[in-house]
């Protein structure tokens, strides 16, 4: 196997490069011996992890060119042909590796079952050369890096909360991942609860005819498991290893399928002797948004797999791949958790993850106590500090609470400027009208008494809680004190919490 390229022998060399970086370069050399002499999978894994962490390090030391480094990487990445057959009956991942978090030459997550020889299988050899000299796939590649960049970031950080749920299956079908990832980017941005306006749904958006023949679709319970990450990547799975017997093996007539169906890909192909997809005669029987999906795919597999060599750095997703579940502790909502949740800094918080992992729940739908809820270990954290109790949590629910018709003022007897955050729910009977004194009686009795008992009959006893008010808001309103309230109705400081429809007894209120 060839040596490292950058190391030169000559000591003048030696001298002007950094202690630092020649221990690396040193221990690069050492890492791509002890992978050469390795004779079982697991060896050659171990020198992998430790020249991916080397990278990372290499990253991190001032004068050190991570790309000296990637030479060698390619290298221990291309499998000995004695290693072939093994890896490829290689049926499922093991154990843990969904909760790896290796390094890829940019310094950001990639998963290790995502190199390039995981797509170059024995099937699909002639992949390299097609990208790099297919304008069709370049011109993919340069639409997923300019105006499409937000979506295939998006994609990815989509994707790597479902990775550990969807992988497997294209790992136990042979299939690369990169490829998943390419057609997961292209139909749904890895939003599990996409629709298209032609029936399309779920994350690879399975039409429901061909979502029934690999065991998709409405489940019983009134969810239709298109919806459902796993599920919907089995049966992706399923239909590509289908396609790939029918087209002896070719990656773009079985993504035409795909998209553009497969008994018009079969008869084109047959018609045509097994033509490529590029050939003109092939490529023109093929709608046009069939032949813009695969070179998109294709482009977005192979930016998944190389990100470096186009100055890409997808974003960190920490923890994404650890999954996890939590029971609610108290009555809540995909939405209440997404904001006492909080966001990692530059992420754009935790609602899309929540509801893919949960895709049976909408936003807004009341999940009761004891609700079981798939996680990931960074969310259930999150969860136990800042949503079962604290400040973030009560803000929350009453965020949730709120809405813009309990701030209208009704009536015309509101002050100017006042914002009524409530309706009265005790309806007081008027005074009844006192039967006429005597004219003698009139002349001599004061009226004033009277008044007290007038303006007494006419309080509110009692309000009920409407969305968004606070026990404090209350009392100003009915001019009390906040303390004599919550003892009333039996409500506990400091923090005074209420609930809507609740009824408070109104006492020692002056209003």
Known sequence: MASLLVCAPAQTQAQRVPRAVQQILDQAQAIEARFAAAEEAEQQDAALTEMEKLIAQCSNVRGCQVQSLTPVYRRMLQPKAADAPQL???????????????????????PTAATADALLDERNKRFVQMVQFNPAVQEGIRRWLTDMRPALMESYVNYQYLRPHMAPA????????????????????????????AGASGPLQFMPATGRRFGLGPDGTGFDTRFDARMSAEAAAA???ERYAQLDSNIEMSLAAYNGGEGRA???????????????SVYN???QETRDYVPMVIAAAWLYLHPAEYGLRFPRTWGAGRVSQIQLKRASSINELTICLGNARGSNGYQRALRNLNPRYRINDPLPEGTMLTVTNTIASLYNRYCVSGKRAETARQLMASSVSSALVRGSTAPVGEVRVGELTTDVAAPQASAPAPATARATTPSRPAAPARAQAQRPRSHRVARGETLNAIARRYDCSVQQLASANHIRGPRYAISPGQTLRLVSCKK
Not at 88 to 108: K, M, V
Not at 170 to 197: T, W
Not at 266 to 280: A, E, T
């Open 88 to 110: 490829a009956g290689r049926d499922e991942l093991d154990e843990g590796d969904e909760d790896e978090d290796p390094i890829n030459f940019t310094g950001q997550s990639v």
């Open 170 to 197: 294209f790992q136990r079908a042979g299939l690369p991942e990169a490829l998943l990832f390419g057609i997961m980017a292209k139909e749904s941005n890895g939003k599990v609860h996409v629709s298209s306006r």
């Open 239 to 241: 239909y590509l290893q």
């Open 266 to 280: 079969l008869r084109i192909y047959n018609q045509n002797g097994g033509r490529s997809f590029w050939d003109i």
């Open 285 to 287: 029987q093929f709608p």
